[in-house]
Nanobody, 128 residues
């Protein structure tokens, strides 16, 4: 089992920045790709970004490309999502996810069904 705990969400004005963190515990050696997904009210959960186990491969949704940066610290079993130039449309609950089956760069690393473990989520609200 792998446990994931997100932190760093909050309320920010449009144009501002936030840094989300996700701490992993348990059988972290079994994890490959890590990812962030988000879900806005009334919408499906959507892919935001993924990162390979080595941290050398990252993928981003078009909507966040150039504004968000995903990084990974395997020694600390943490991943981070730096979010800059936040927009009202970024308002959502952000979820950290871990895959034991796929690594970054794989098609399934951008899909919810590619992930085996999920955190409880952290709310990000961007005021316009």
């Amino acid at each position: 089992q792998v446990q994931l705990v997100e932190s760093g969400g909050g309320l920010v004005q449009a144009g501002g920045s936030l840094r989300l963190s996700c701490a992993a515990s348990g059988r972290t050696s079994s994890t490959h790709a890590m990812a962030w997904f988000r879900q806005a009210p009334g919408k499906e959960r959507e892919f935001v970004a993924s990162i390979s186990r080595s941290g050398s491969n990252t993928d981003y949704a078009d909507s966040v490309m150039g504004r968000f940066t995903f990084s990974r610290d395997n020694a600390e079993n943490k991943v981070y999502l730096q979010m800059n130039s936040l927009q009202h449309e970024d308002t959502a609950v952000y979820y950290c996810a871990a895959s034991t089956r796929y690594d970054g760069g794989n098609y399934y690393a951008t899909r919810t069904d590619g992930y085996d473990y999920w955190g409880q989520g952290t709310q990000v609200t961007v005021s316009s």
